[in-house]
């Protein structure tokens, strides 16, 4: 993805929901008005208000996009080795040691689920052989 936009994107969601605060902060304002504060006071604490709403949504914005990045690097992973694994088995009938290659192969996938899959590995293994 284009890194500009990449930019764009991470940013669009924090400058729309400032803005939408900020207009609801002047919808606020306008009815204080007819409680009696004026003043640019009241517009400039609005606006800082939707700068602060603006700030913590792009917080939130980066903190999802790291996670999305590590979720999906750990796929990646993941892939790399069961795509190996099951090369290996499915070459195996080729070589003299079939049975031991393919029980290598199951090893490496259970390494996989149970090293970069931490926690869960457990629980799928568990589920296939229950």
């Known amino acids: 993805m284009n890194p500009k936009m990449k930019l764009f994107r991470t940013a669009a969601r924090p400058v729309l929901g400032g ?3 900020f207009f609801l902060l002047v919808g606020v304002y ?3 008005l007819q409680f009696g504060i004026t003043g640019w006071q ?3 604490d609005d606006f800082v208000g939707g700068v ?3 700030a913590l949504l792009y ?3 980066r903190r999802r996009r790291r996670y999305l990045a590590e979720r999906l690097q750990t796929i990646a992973l993941m892939n790399h080795h069961v795509r190996n694994a099951l090369q290996a088995i499915k070459y195996a009938r080729y070589t003299p040691n079939d049975v031991r290659v393919i029980e ?3 090893a490496r996938i259970e390494w996989a689920l149970r ?3 931490p926690g869960k590995g457990h629980i ?3 589920k296939t052989a229950a």
């Open 59 to 61: 917080i939130d914005e």
């Open 115 to 117: 090293e970069i899959l």
């Open 19 to 21: 803005a939408f605060v």
């Open 42 to 44: 009241s517009i400039w």
């Open 124 to 126: 799928i293994l568990e």
């Open 104 to 106: 290598d192969s199951v």
């Open 52 to 54: 602060v709403v603006a």
């Open 30 to 32: 306008q009815l204080s």
